[in-house]
């Protein structure tokens, strides 16, 4: 079996330099704001997104989201899940998932679908919930920061 292995080309959080009040020069990022860790999520979407899950992915990346070595699929949680999407967006997550997956129904769910799954795979990731659900608006998921710790 082949495998080919595409790997997303995230746009980079860009740096700038600005002046703070004293003169010195300090480097800030641009477009993350958010982390995971602020629960960006709902336990009912995440619930809704376990569903649709089950239904769409897992038969591919495996029931508990280990993924599947014979179909090249890889894991949605744990520390490969990590080293691959560490550092990145939930934007670039929500991004890839929507435009790659289903693999043969390529960005055929709803936004709020896509955004559940993506919440469950969080919620997998044992981040921790909060009070709204996650967005399906790329521009406000591209705020929010994949951090493996706090």
């Known amino acids: 079996m082949i495998c080919i292995v595409a790997f997303s080309a995230c746009s980079a959080t860009q740096t700038k330099g600005t002046k703070t009040a004293a003169g010195s020069s300090q480097i800030r990022t641009s477009n993350v704001t958010n982390s995971v860790w602020g629960g960006v999520y709902t336990l009912t979407q995440a619930e809704k997104g376990e569903t649709s899950f089950r239904q769409q992915c897992a038969s591919c990346h495996g029931r508990e989201l ?27 997550l929500y991004e890839r998932i929507q435009t790659t997956m289903p693999e043969n129904r390529k960005g055929s769910l709803s936004g709020d679908e896509y955004a559940a799954i993506v919440s469950f795979v969080l919620k997998a990731n044992e981040l921790p919930p909060g009070g709204k659900d996650l967005p399906s608006e790329l521009s406000a998921l591209n705020r929010i920061t994949m951090t493996s710790r706090r």
């Open 66 to 92: 280990e993924g599947i070595e014979e179909f090249c699929t890889p894991p949605l949680a744990g520390a490969e899940f990590w080293r691959r999407w560490g550092g990145k967006s939930v934007g670039s």
